[in-house]
């Protein structure tokens, strides 16, 4: 029983500690954050592409990575895919961006999906807001 406990122990920490970003993060709140606008978030979502955040070691990215690549979503719509935590300038557009969104810091966390004027966080959201938009380019 002990060593069944430890590995749930570990397995636990290891889902949750991919999956917060805010301990880490090097905005004050009176820094940069609060100065975002929508014209300060240029990215590749001009032409409708959405960007899908995420992180090594998250069981809820995986679930949406796993969705979208058996649906071939993203033949469908352009998702471009950004690992948040290891590359620091991916990592500081993910956080500006949560912020642009208020998304309360207990909120704060991976997979998270942007499409150019909102975010949407968690699988059922995520993978709600891509059949969305592909039923809006499908109507076309």
């Known amino acids: 029983m002990k060593p069944f406990a430890i590995l749930t122990l570990l397995s636990l920490t290891l889902i949750a500690a991919g999956c917060n970003?805010?301990?880490?993060?090097?905005?004050?709140?009176?820094s940069e954050a609060q100065e975002i606008t929508k014209e300060s978030l240029v990215d590749e979502t001009n032409d409708g592409a959405v960007i899908l955040y995420w992180a090594e070691g998250c069981s809820h990215c995986e679930s949406?990575?796993?969705k979208i690549e058996n649906a071939r979503l993203d033949d469908k719509i352009t998702?471009?895919?950004k690992e948040a935590y290891n590359d620091d300038e991916?990592?500081?557009?993910?956080?500006i961006r949560l912020k642009y969104c208020q998304v309360p810091e207990h909120q704060m966390g991976?997979?998270?999906l942007w499409d150019g004027e909102q975010c949407y966080l968690g699988v059922e959201e995520i993978m709600e807001t891509i059949n969305n938009k592909l039923q809006i380019i499908n109507n076309r």
């Open 90 to 95: 991916v990592y500081k557009e993910f956080f």
């Open 110 to 112: 991976v997979p998270m």
């Open 79 to 81: 998702i471009v895919q």
């Open 21 to 30: 970003p805010v301990a880490d993060v090097n905005l004050s709140p009176t």
């Open 64 to 66: 949406v990575k796993f």
